[in-house]
């Protein structure tokens, strides 16, 4: 349960590596979550990220368990998140997992595209649904989902991830409105382009390069910690949709209403 402001306890990653997804998880430790869960497939990455995470607050404190989750095996779903449930209430669900793709390769190999889609959408429909489930007989908790502003009108330049992010949108906003009165939170961000940890775009390619400066650097661009800080605030204030950075919804709604040439003009490929 939530403690006594409002904090989520327990948290589960979807995405137990996403640099997003961690430094999340990370500003809800210092704020008194005590069980987090990282989900993805068994790697070295995802034991040191759980090792990380190990190492807050002293040591002390914080249980951290990873389990088993493969977004491209959805008939696993209900038995592998089932156990994290049956283990005790989940406060907070955080969906991060998901591929970008090449646009040219995928273009040109249809069942790599199709791997793109399944992961970012099938995937995560088939998760958040056990989740959101779940979370309803428990009656509490949250969902939040990892979206994209590349989900909001396709480019050339990588309409195969796009695409796949719209679907998921379109998911979340309709999961919103089913689990409205049950108890149950379900948000969805929308980042612009993300830095890593060299400087360089590491998601959200629908931006690039334009609302990126170019170059990973420019007014629409954020970090990690900067999607973890909206995301807290958003939990905070109930809030359906979020924009990071905030400045991208009404840049977003004017470009989803140009004219086509106008469009493609203003973010060329």
């Known amino acids: 349960m939530k403690d006594a402001f ?65 977004a491209l095996d959805p008939a696993s779903h209900e038995e592998a998140l089932g156990k994290v449930f049956a283990e005790g209430d989940i406060d907070l669900v ?11 390769h995928d273009e040109a190999a249809p069942l790599a595209a199709v791997e793109v889609a399944q992961t970012n959408y099938t995937g995560a429909v088939s998760a958040s649904l056990v989740c959101a489930g779940a979370m309803q007989a428990q009656g509490h908790g949250a969902l939040v989902v990892l979206s994209s502003v590349a ?16 679907g998921l949108d379109t ?6 409105d ?19 940890r060299d400087g360089t775009p590491e998601a959200a390619p629908g931006a690039a390069p334009v609302l990126a400066g170019g170059a990973g650097h420019g007014p629409f661009t954020t970090t990690p910690e900067e999607v973890a800080t909206a995301i807290e605030l958003g939990l905070r204030r109930r809030s359906g949709t979020v924009y990071v950075p905030g400045r991208l919804r009404p840049l977003m709604a004017a470009l989803r209403h140009l004219p086509g040439p106008l469009y493609r003009a203003v973010l060329p490929d």
Do not use: C, H, N
Not at 28 to 56: K, Y
Not at 171 to 176: E, S, V
Not at 181 to 192: E, K, L
């Open 6 to 70: 409002g904090a989520p306890q327990s948290v589960l990653l979807l995405g137990g590596t996403s640099a997003i997804g961690l430094a999340t998880v990370r500003r809800l430790v210092a704020r008194r979550a005590r069980t987090v869960w990282l989900a993805g497939r068994p790697s070295p990455a995802l034991d040191a990220a759980a090792e990380g995470l190990r190492t807050l607050r002293g040591g002390l404190g914080v249980d951290v368990r990873t389990l088993a989750f493969d």
């Open 94 to 104: 955080l969906l991060a997992f998901g591929i970008t793709g090449d646009q040219g």
């Open 151 to 166: 989900g909001e009108r396709a480019r050339r330049a990588d309409f195969i991830y796009g695409s796949s992010k719209a």
């Open 171 to 176: 998911f979340a906003q309709g999961l919103r």
């Open 178 to 196: 089913a689990m409205d009165g049950t108890g149950v939170q379900v948000m969805t961000v929308r980042p612009g382009v993300v830095r890593g």
